[in-house]
């Protein structure tokens, strides 16, 4: 049987299986949204970043009026550059505990004030619900937690696509080649694999500088050790194999031997360390950015809003900190299933 069909049964067998479904609709869904964050989020402004000082800290469902006032000018952008980055807001907003219409214009009552202030020209009444609430500088938690939904995927997506540039190639030539070239390779493959991986991260992340970029090489440059490894074993098996030695007998070149025979029948064990090592992704960038040199404000990070609201936990806050928490154990959880359900899939065993 080909690796085609194998792969389109296994992917069968992975449909069948309803938590795997369910993890890899929501691991799309998250996906989606990543990519698409403004047209969900409240907070349209770049990072989701705009501050009420006043409005700190509201519990979870608060609902707030807002004076809006135009500005003279408004700042246009396309829509591509919009749902990628935001915009600046094009007028002022300022929230308001009540207000009433006068014959000159409004009289309004500004939040946590006791004197009413007039105002006249053009305005309109918003009301806005902050259904997560709002952290410590006022800010919509919602808005920031789809936000990091984007920097959680994207670290995750590169780092994973980091390791598996080098942990192929290194596999490939070490299981395919043997010899010295394996020797030498397996001796930086395990002097790697004895470097904690957060240590190493870490100490990658201050070589090349704290940011969001450096994340994603840091993360990946610590995960291709499994890669390479797995790769490895499974090559050795497959180069001895008939089709593998009449492909040498018709004196192929090793590259097309090793992409268009071997490589492919290797894709299943890599699609699976990879559903892993994405969740392990996740999971280091967070913690990366909680001890702050991960990606750094005011780029929202899951990790840094738990640095920026920790303390609250012991305090009738705790939901600053813990709905950031609940977002990353439902995506690394939803990885870890589909990994279990890639494993069981692709299992020939069975």
Request: net charge positive.
């Amino acid at each position: 049987m080909s690796s085609y069909s194998l792969n389109k049964i296994a992917w069968k067998k992975l449909v069948a299986n309803k938590s795997s479904l369910f993890a890899l609709i929501f691991i799309a869904f998250c996906f989606f949204t990543s990519f698409f964050s403004y047209l969900f989020i409240p907070d349209k402004t770049p990072y989701a970043n705009q501050m009420y000082l006043e409005l700190a800290t509201l519990p979870p469902m608060t609902k707030t009026q807002f004076l809006v006032i135009p500005k003279k000018e408004a700042e246009t952008k396309m829509l591509v550059d919009f749902s990628l980055i935001g915009k600046k807001l094009s007028v002022i907003r300022i929230p308001i505990s009540s207000h009433k219409k006068t014959p000159d214009g409004l009289d309004y009552l500004p939040f946590s004030s006791d004197d009413y202030l007039s105002y006249q020209g053009e305005y309109t009444i918003e009301d806005q619900t902050f259904w997560f609430g709002t952290d410590r500088f006022g800010r919509d938690l919602l808005s920031r937690i789809i936000y990091g939904v984007r920097v959680s995927m994207a670290v995750g997506l590169i780092a994973v696509f980091i390791s598996l540039l080098i942990g192929i190639s290194l596999g490939l030539l070490a299981g395919f080649y043997r010899g010295r070239i394996d020797d030498l390779i397996m001796w930086f493959v395990n002097v790697v694999w004895s470097i904690p991986t957060l240590l190493m991260v870490i100490a990658i992340t201050l070589a090349l500088g704290k940011g969001f970029w450096q994340v994603f090489v840091a993360v990946g440059l610590t995960m291709w050790v499994e890669v390479a490894r797995i790769v490895r074993g499974q090559v050795m098996a497959i180069r001895e194999l008939e089709y593998v030695e009449a492909s040498k007998v018709l004196a192929y070149s090793s590259y097309r031997i090793l992409t268009k025979h071997i490589l492919p029948n290797v894709i299943g064990p890599v699609i699976v360390v990879s559903a892993a090592n994405f969740a392990a992704a996740i999971l280091i960038e967070a913690g990366l950015s909680f001890l702050g040199i991960g990606a750094q404000p005011p780029t929202p990070s899951w990790g840094g809003i738990i640095k920026d609201h920790y303390s609250y936990i012991i305090m009738d806050k705790a939901y600053l900190a813990i709905i950031p928490g609940l977002a990353i154990m439902s995506l690394v959880l939803s990885f870890m299933i589909l990994g279990n359900g890639l494993r069981d899939a692709f299992d020939v065993r069975n």
